[in-house]
């Protein structure tokens, strides 16, 4: 794999899991808020909401970090198909931290999406006045643990590619053919020296 390749596919990962970041953030920040309104009679008590705007957020986030993670392992063929990895510590480096991109990956794809459909959901019915009604709101934390998550699963994401470069055989394999084709024209070469013709 070419240099200019590898620093591409590194700025495509790190770019998608910083805005997933950004909008994990933002998404945290506009977490949607409910209060109780009463009708103009005052008969009757019901949850208005403001913007929904974390939700947008937070399923922006759940694409870009999906995005990035496709694109990874995709790139390396997820351990699944193409050439295995040369033994050594950038394979074990490469498996390890393959393991923990995936664990952080999932776990922050599920506060993304659960925080994004709880925070859509909106407490419709109403009450008579008087009686305690509760808004039913995201619980303050969910979209933050989310980026953090994403913050690791970045760090992850990139050890992992790197160590799987560094492991991957295709090099390995292409030069020792070279080698292989080398020794056995220099063989014929000397045996045909060893045998002059008249």
Known sequence: ???SLSITLLVIIISCHLLAFVFAVGAERR???????HDQYDEYSYCVYDTDASTVYGLCAFGLLLVSQTVVNGVTKCFCFGKGLMPGRFKTI??????????NFLAAEACLL??????????????????HLSCATLRKGVFAAAAALILLSMMASVVYYWAHSRADTGGWEKHQDEGLAMTGSDTSKKEANAYPTA
């Open 94 to 103: 490469a498996v390890f931290f393959y393991v923990f991109s995936w664990l």
């Open 31 to 37: 977490r949607s808020v409910g209060k109780v309104v």
């Open 1 to 3: 794999m070419s240099l």
């Open 114 to 131: 659960g925080g994004s459909a709880r925070n859509a959901y909106h407490t419709k019915y109403q009450v008579l006045f008087g009686t």
